[in-house]
Structure formats: C-alpha cells, structure tokens
C-alpha cells in the first residue's frame, strides 16, 4: 500500500498542475436553463466537457471574481443574480447564493477590489451596485440608477476610477466616478456621451497599455475609438470604421454583439451578427486607432466570444447553431484560425474563459 502510494500522489499532483494550467470555458445556455463548463486545452485548442449545472430561468451574462474562484451569473428572465463557486482542479461550479435584482440584467462586471458587482439592466434601463461578500455571495443591493433604456453593459477604464454604461436605444454612453469609499457610482461631471442617430453603442473594452476605449455600435455595424481624459473620465470620439468587409455590403441585415481586444493591446475584435463573421483591426499604439484588417467567417450569430489569457485562442459562440467554434489567434498579425467547432447545446448566451 505505500510502495504504491507515492507515485500515485505524484501522478495526481501532476494531472492536477496540468488540468490547473489549462483554462476552463464557461458557457451560458440559455434555453436549456444551464452553465456548461469545458476545459480549453492549451496544446490544440480542443475542448473537454467537465461539468453542467442546471439554473433555473435561462442563465445569461456571466463574470468571473478578479481574485476568487467565484463565477456569478445573471438570469435574465426572472431578474435574478446568481453566485457559484468553482472547484479550479475539477472544474465544477457549486452554487452560493441567489437574489431577486431587476428586469433583464444584461451584462456583469466585478470592480478590482472584488467588493463590488455592476449590473446593466436592457429593459429596465438601470445599473446597479451589490456587495459582494467575503464568501462570494452577492450581498446587498448598495445603489440603483436609473439611466435610459437598453442599458447593454457597465465597464471600467483600466485603473478601476471611471465606470461606462452603453445604452442602443438612446444611441449614448453614461458615464461615472467610482467612490470607492462610499461604494457608489456618481454621475461625471459630462453624464453621456451622445452618438448620432441609429448608431448603438453595445459593448464597451478598454485598452490594457493606453488611455483608448471600442466600443461594438449594434445598429451602425461599426466600430468606434474613443480617447479617455484621465482627468475627467469622460470620452471623447475619434473614430468609427465599418465592421463589413467592404463598401457595399448590405448592412441593413446585419448587428453587431460583442468586442475585445487582444491582451496584447495590438488588435481589437467585433462580432457581426447576420454576416457572420468576427471584424479584425490593427491598433496604433501611438494614437489607439484602428486599421480594418479583414473578417473571419464564424458561427451562425455569434452572440458573444471571448480570448482566452494569454491571447493564443478565441472562442466564439452561435446563438442560432448551437456550436462553439475554437480560433487561433495569430500573435503577429491577428488572423484567426479556426481549429476546433463544438457542439454544445440550444442557444448559448456568454463565454468566458479563466
């Protein structure tokens, strides 16, 4: 018995060490009422079911904790939020706690300090601040602001200081200080900033290395750039590019969805939805500006992707086929690759990676 133990502790810290290197995927099904987890293997990009957990009411956003292992979730059609623990070696996720909070919640993120969950809510036009405690657990709700409709997501700047809401309806984003010590947004000093008619901004992602700011416009089927005065914290437009591969193309039956740039800082990446495909740009690291380098064919209305650390692979998911779709990312000059394409169930709604 312990001639025999010991390389079986050896053989399980070493598969533990590898399956704890390799990023785990978390996918919302919104049909199918749960959150599926995959393990993303760093080698060729291929995909390995560990884990699915059945949450009532469709999951949709999700957003992991900057320091804990601790995913939460959004349910958008009853308006709950949900918190899970996951097990980083299994990749399993045990539910923590769950809360009535509003309408439609759309999007998720989590302040720096870990303290604070942010949610954009798209019917009831609002964004809200809930404690989160030492556990993991969504706490009380700390404030609620009532902003415009089709509130789509709420992002920081790098440093955590300036938070932004993009609202499609009102075609602006809201724009607000974080008191940390109050633990509450407050309005800057320019509350928005208005974009013409029939553009959209969706989604909003910030630069790691520059004060630049993208945002994916839903109705314009574009892109735009935009300067942050770390000052003030307002944005100033300095650009807006074309998502399509070209002039002519039919925009009118296509959206954008979601948009992310490269850990690296050197490409920025946008969905479309209809055309089907992901929009590649080129960043200037001098002035943040974009160069249309081309589109990557995708899933049936990619609703949402997401680059795993580390920037070697993108995954994207289609809302209407059901399949994930593995990219590679090339390092140097941001062409995607595509390696891998998985079924994985009705409907999915967010990934990420971690």
């Given at each position: 018995m312990q001639h025999h133990s010991f390389p079986l502790l050896i053989l399980f810290l070493i598969v533990a060490k590898v399956h704890g290197s390799e990023p785990l995927v978390h996918i919302s099904l919104a049909k199918e009422e749960r959150i599926v987890t995959l393990r993303l293997s760093n080698k060729d990009g291929t995909l390995t079911p560990v884990d699915s957990v059945m949450v009532d009411g469709g999951p949709g956003a999700l957003a992991y904790h900057p320091t804990l292992p601790i995913l939460f979730?959004?349910?958008?059609?009853?308006?709950?939020?949900?918190?899970?623990?996951?097990?980083?070696?299994?990749?399993?996720?045990?539910?923590?706690?769950?809360?009535?909070?509003?309408?439609?919640?759309?999007?998720?993120?989590?302040?720096?300090?870990?303290?604070?969950?942010?949610?954009?809510?798209?019917?009831?036009?609002?964004?809200?601040?809930?404690?989160?405690?030492?556990?993991?657990?969504?706490?009380?709700?700390?404030?609620?602001?009532?902003?415009?409709?089709?509130?789509?997501?709420?992002?920081?700047?790098?440093t955590g200081r300036y938070w932004f809401a993009p609202h499609t309806r009102p075609n602006a984003i809201f724009q607000f200080t974080l008191d940390d010590?109050?633990?509450?947004?407050?309005?800057?000093?320019?509350?928005?900033?208005?974009?013409?008619?029939?553009?959209?901004?969706?989604?909003?992602?910030?630069?790691?290395?520059?004060?630049?700011?993208?945002?994916?416009?839903?109705?314009?089927?574009?892109?735009?750039?935009?300067?942050l005065d770390t000052a003030s914290g307002v944005l100033s437009l300095r650009q807006t590019l074309s998502t399509l591969p070209r002039a002519?193309?039919?925009?009118?039956?296509?959206?954008?969805?979601?948009?992310?740039?490269?850990?690296?800082?050197?490409?920025?990446?946008?969905?479309?939805?209809?055309?089907?495909?992901?929009?590649?740009?080129?960043?200037?690291?001098?002035?943040?500006?974009?160069?249309?380098?081309?589109?990557?064919?995708?899933?049936?209305?990619?609703?949402?992707?997401?680059?795993?650390?580390?920037?070697?692979?993108?995954?994207?998911?289609?809302q209407t086929s059901g399949n994930l779709a593995v990219f590679q990312i090339n390092s140097e000059e941001g062409h995607l690759k595509r390696l891998n394409t998985l079924l994985v169930g009705k409907t999915p709604w967010w990934v990420t990676i971690r």
């Open positions: 979730a959004s349910i958008r059609s009853i308006g709950n939020l949900a918190s899970f623990r996951v097990d980083e070696s299994s990749g399993k996720l045990t539910r923590i706690n769950e809360i009535p909070a509003g309408a439609d919640p759309a999007y998720l993120s989590v302040d720096r300090s870990g303290k604070l969950l942010m949610s954009a809510y798209y019917r009831e036009g609002k964004i809200t601040l809930h404690a989160i405690k030492a556990n993991g657990a969504i706490g009380n709700e700390l404030q609620s602001i009532y902003t415009d409709e089709r509130a789509h997501a709420i992002v920081s700047d790098r010590r109050a633990k509450r947004l407050v309005e800057n000093e320019k509350p928005k900033l208005l974009r013409k008619p029939n553009t959209g901004p969706r989604h909003l992602w910030f630069h790691p290395k520059i004060d630049f700011a993208y945002s994916s416009d839903e109705q314009g089927s574009s892109v735009s750039t935009y300067a002519g193309t039919d925009a009118t039956a296509n959206t954008t969805s979601h948009i992310e740039v490269h850990p690296s800082g050197k490409f920025v990446y946008v969905a479309n939805r209809g055309h089907d495909s992901i929009a590649r740009y080129a960043v200037n690291p001098r002035d943040g500006m974009l160069t249309h380098l081309g589109n990557t064919p995708t899933e049936a209305t990619t609703r949402s992707f997401n680059i795993a650390p580390g920037g070697r692979f993108l995954i994207a998911a289609g």
